[in-house]
């Protein structure tokens, strides 16, 4: 059974400052997502990593992806308070089609 | 990025009821959708994988006779909650793949009084 963990699950930074989001999983995967959730909403999608060494950026936000290791990144580049929200990666595995979601990481950012 | 829409987008109901909500993908036709179900402070779980044109998947632990999948065409899919009780209210969330994107809908929040 595919096991997605992601770390930290809370996250309480200041603007201005970087961090760094984990997302480690327990099987072979040929895909893997980050979604945003904002309170009362749905997800959004933000980044979608295909292969090893896969690296994508979105404003404040870079995704990466290290298959050997089972593991990826969302790096926050000078945060921001719009950042505010919950942040969920989602694994699917080289042999299926459903998605398992890591545990999700709410991140706050204080002025 | 493609669009998918969900029917209704909030709903109350007394306990013993049925509530159906629809999912749509709007611009692209989706094969495969899938439903989830998200309790407060949580993550989204897996409930059920709808194919068109044929019998959903459920994953273990999920009463298909409780929670009805109907996928009638390649851009619409139906839940139905049958004789909900106030433990199945929760936000359900609809997903549709469009190559290597999974869309999510806005979400339904169901409350069963």
């Known amino acids: 059974e595919l096991k997605v963990e992601q770390n930290p699950l809370f996250l309480s930074m200041q603007e201005g400052k970087n961090y760094t989001i984990y997302c480690n999983y327990s099987?072979?995967?040929?895909?893997l997502y980050w979604y945003r959730q904002d309170p009362g909403k749905s997800l959004e999608s933000l980044f979608v990593l295909l292969s090893n060494g896969a690296v994508k950026q979105e404003g404040r936000l870079m995704a990466s992806l290290d298959t050997k290791a089972r593991l990826s990144t969302l790096h926050i580049t000078a945060a921001v308070h719009d950042l505010s929200a919950t942040y969920f990666c989602?694994?699917?595995?080289?042999?299926?089609?459903?998605?398992?979601f890591g545990e999700g990481t709410q991140l706050t950012v204080n002025p | 990025g493609a669009v998918v829409s969900q029917h209704p987008s909030r709903v109350i109901c007394k306990s013993g009821t049925s509530v159906k909500i629809e999912c749509r993908s709007l611009?692209?036709?989706?094969?495969?959708m899938f439903w989830y179900r998200q309790f407060p402070k949580q993550s989204l779980m897996l409930m059920a994988t709808s194919n068109e044109g044929s019998k959903a998947t459920y994953e273990q632990g999920v009463e298909k006779d409780k929670f009805l999948i109907n996928h009638a065409s390649l851009t619409l899919s139906t839940l139905t909650v049958t004789s909900a009780h106030p433990e199945d209210s929760s936000f359900y969330i609809c997903?549709?793949?469009?190559?290597?994107?999974?869309?999510f809908g806005p979400g339904t929040r169901l409350t069963v009084l």
């Open positions: 989602a694994v699917r595995e080289t042999s299926g089609s459903r998605l398992t």
């Open positions: 611009d692209f036709q989706a094969t495969t």
């Open positions: 099987t072979t995967s040929d895909r």
């Open positions: 997903s549709a793949r469009e190559t290597t994107q999974q869309f």
